[in-house]
């Protein structure tokens, strides 16, 4: 009876022979990746596939930092590792160590060569970019003189602005000598003088679209005097020249938009600015021409003739009011004469009689106070010889010349002697004292 083997046996002598191989431990296989998935461990997983066959790769994630791009499927590589066995499921698989791009994939690392090479020099600097003017006459067109490109470039632009001329240069856009051919075309536009130029053409493979990555092409659009706008390929496709020019277009009929304005929409602002220009003029004339016909108003009312007529107006007036208040003036003045002269009789009367009692009042006092009711009552009055009253017994002398007045007459007299006893009993005795003697 044969030997019989357990799985694990067969699984180790299977891959000890790969082990024992030279040319299995370090190969170079090329093949298009698929089923590309990156593990959270870090690790790669992913097929190497042509027509008919394929085989399981890995690539750990201690190998990772070598890999200067991300692996997606599609992609033609060339992975350098070892052939060895997976005990656990007994299937074989590349463990790659390092995997770089293969054919295009070379094209690919010289473009991220250049495209850092000239980051680095500043080509890429948004300072150097230069606005692309919104209004153009002329319109350079650098690209293939057949294609949809060109066709495209050329009825937009009639279409949003049929005044603008398009200058062509038929360069060659693909193949040898195209970048050459591209350089000419800038620096035969830029000599032209055009306002804006457009430089691209329409998709196509990374090997199609090469020339717009070479580096004398860069250095034409960064050097050109004149705004370049790039337009290559489809909207996923980069270039060098996307970097350098002054504008990035995704294709060539965006170029066309962006390097033309639309005259239609010109046009219509062109309308509602003519039509907001009108309304304000004619707002603004209506205001005028009814401030002219205030400031006529003022200054009609602010004329000379006007005040003076405004002033007659006023003096008129006064004088109405004038001869009116005098008027009234004059006849309350009647009314008031004519009151006094009904009520001057009784007025003058009971003045008559006010003063008639008053002099009674008078007169009488006078005659309570007069010498000659006093002569009436018996009574003498004395004087001097010149004339002056005498009221005093101590005023006179001895032998002295009087006169005493009576009521009917004077008669002079010679003082004999005087008794100022009498007097001084007289007074006491009007004083309260005791009356002694005779009156």
């Known amino acids: 009876m044969a030997n019989v083997y357990s799985v694990t046996q067969v699984n180790n002598y299977i891959k000890n022979m790969f082990t024992q191989d030279f040319l299995l431990q370090r190969l170079s296989i090329q093949g298009e990746v698929g089923n590309c998935k990156y593990h959270s461990s870090g690790h790669i997983y992913f097929t190497l596939k042509e027509k008919g066959a394929a085989l399981n790769c890995v690539m750990f ?36 160590r390092s995997v770089r791009l293969a054919g295009s994939g070379r094209l690919y690392e010289q473009y991220e060569a250049l495209k850092k090479e000239l980051e680095e020099m500043g080509m890429f600097d948004r300072c150097y970019k230069q606005p692309i003017p919104r209004f153009i006459r002329t319109l350079g067109v650098v690209t293939a003189a057949t294609g949809a490109a060109v066709r495209d470039i050329i009825q937009i632009t009639h279409r949003r602005n049929p005044y603008v001329q398009i200058l062509l240069y038929p360069a060659q856009v693909q193949g040898e000598g195209a970048a050459e051919s591209i350089v000419n075309g800038i620096h035969a536009l830029e000599a032209k003088g055009v306002d804006v130029m457009i430089v691209g053409r329409g998709g196509g493979s990374i090997e199609d679209l090469w020339a717009f990555n070479e580096r004398i092409v860069a250095e034409a659009v960064f050097h050109c005097t004149v705004p370049v706008i790039s337009a290559v390929g489809h ?64 200054l009609a009312a602010r004329h000379p003739g006007a005040r003076l007529r405004e002033q007659r107006n006023q003096l008129a007036h006064l004088q109405d009011r004038l001869d009116l208040r005098m008027e009234k003036k004059l006849t309350d003045l009647q009314n008031q004469l004519t009151d006094i002269q009904d009520r001057l009789p009784d007025l003058m009367m009971r003045k008559l009689t006010g003063y008639r009692n008053r002099l009674n009042v008078q007169t ?71 009356c002694h003697g005779k009156f």
């Open 61 to 96: 994630a201690a190998y990772r930092k070598g890999l200067d791009f991300t692996l997606a499927e599609g992609q033609q590589v060339i992975a350098t590792g070892s052939v060895e066995v997976y005990e656990r499921d007994g299937k074989y698989q590349l463990y790659a």
């Open 235 to 298: 909207e996923t496709d980069t270039t060098i020249i996307d970097f350098v020019s002054d504008l990035r277009a995704p294709t060539p009929s965006a170029a066309a938009e962006l390097a033309v304005y639309d005259v239609r929409t010109y046009l219509a602002s062109l309308e509602s600015m003519e039509a907001q220009l009108t309304g304000q003029m004619n707002t603004k004339l209506s205001s005028s021409y009814e401030r002219l016909k205030y400031m006529e108003k003022v």
């Open 364 to 434: 009488a006092v006078l005659k309570g106070v007069s010498p000659y009711q006093k002569l009436k009552s018996g009574l003498g009055y004395v004087t001097d010889e010149e004339g002056y009253a005498l009221r005093s017994a101590a005023e006179i002398s001895d032998g002295q010349k009087i006169g005493i007045w009576f009521q009917d007459g004077r008669v002079s007299a010679r003082v004999l002697g005087k008794d100022m006893e009498g007097v001084r009993k007289e007074s006491e005795y009007e004083n309260g004292g005791e």
